[in-house]
């Protein structure tokens, strides 16, 4: 079975430009789960979509948005990008709830200057 | 608010050299507390799930237990392939990660 892909891997963006990340869930998995990454605050938790509804929602401004299509493929978006939105951003999928077990990708790692 | 506390934020040993990494926590209706490896540059990769007090989980040098208020991942004659960070996670409707453990095995 494939695992969870992201696209793209790197992206460098300027401030006040926006971005849209994009997450293929390994096959048969409803649940996709979005995370951001940085050193000082460590995983935190974006937002989780299942069939196509945002089911639980992190604490992150609403300058970070995201969708699932039908196929359970998920995109994130961040608009008006700010210096501190630098991070790794890593995508992960379950089977039916992001308190089973969570399999990630490999991330996209977003710098913003 | 669920939390997660690993401890310690890095941890050096010499290969062969057995040892434990702790995570706290605490949870409004733990289902499931998870443990994962992250190399450099990469995603984490699941390793256990634990989903009850008394439950052990073991591969190859790492054996993962769990009480009510923490769990442990203790790592036995580790080889320096087993250099990597481990975060510890816990599920409610979400899942909460602790900040990880940064463990280097020297030869």
């Known amino acids: 079975k494939a695992g969870v892909t992201q696209t793209p891997r790197y992206l460098i963006k300027t401030r006040g430009q926006q971005v849209t990340l994009s997450c293929s869930p390994i096959?048969?998995?409803?649940?996709v789960s979005w995370y951001q990454q940085t050193p000082g605050q460590g995983l935190q938790f974006l937002f989780e979509y299942f069939s196509e509804t945002q089911r639980n929602k992190g604490n992150f401004p609403g300058r970070f948005s995201g969708r699932q299509f039908s196929n359970s493929r998920s995109e994130m978006n961040v608009s008006t990008l700010e210096l501190g939105d630098s991070a790794l951003y890593l995508c992960?999928?379950?089977?039916?709830?992001?308190?089973?077990?969570?399999?990630f990708g490999p991330g996209t790692r977003l710098t913003v200057l | 608010e669920d939390q997660v506390t690993q401890s310690p934020e890095a941890l050096r040993l010499q290969e062969g050299e057995s040892s434990s990494l702790n995570c706290s926590y605490t949870?409004?209706?733990?289902?499931?507390l998870f443990w994962y490896r992250q190399d450099p540059g990469k995603g984490p990769e699941f390793l256990f799930t634990?989903?009850?007090a008394g439950e052990e989980k073991e591969k190859e040098r790492l054996k993962a237990t769990l009480t009510k208020k923490e769990s442990f991942l203790h790592i036995t004659a580790p080889k320096p392939e087993d250099s990597a960070t481990y975060l510890c996670?816990?599920?409610?409707?979400?899942?909460?990660f602790g900040k990880g453990t940064m463990l280097l095995v020297s030869p």
């Open positions: 996670a816990v599920g409610s409707s979400t899942l909460t």
């Open positions: 949870v409004s209706g733990l289902r499931g």
């Open positions: 634990l989903y009850s």
């Open positions: 096959s048969g998995h409803r649940s």
């Open positions: 992960a999928s379950s089977n039916r709830s992001p308190s089973d077990e969570q399999f």
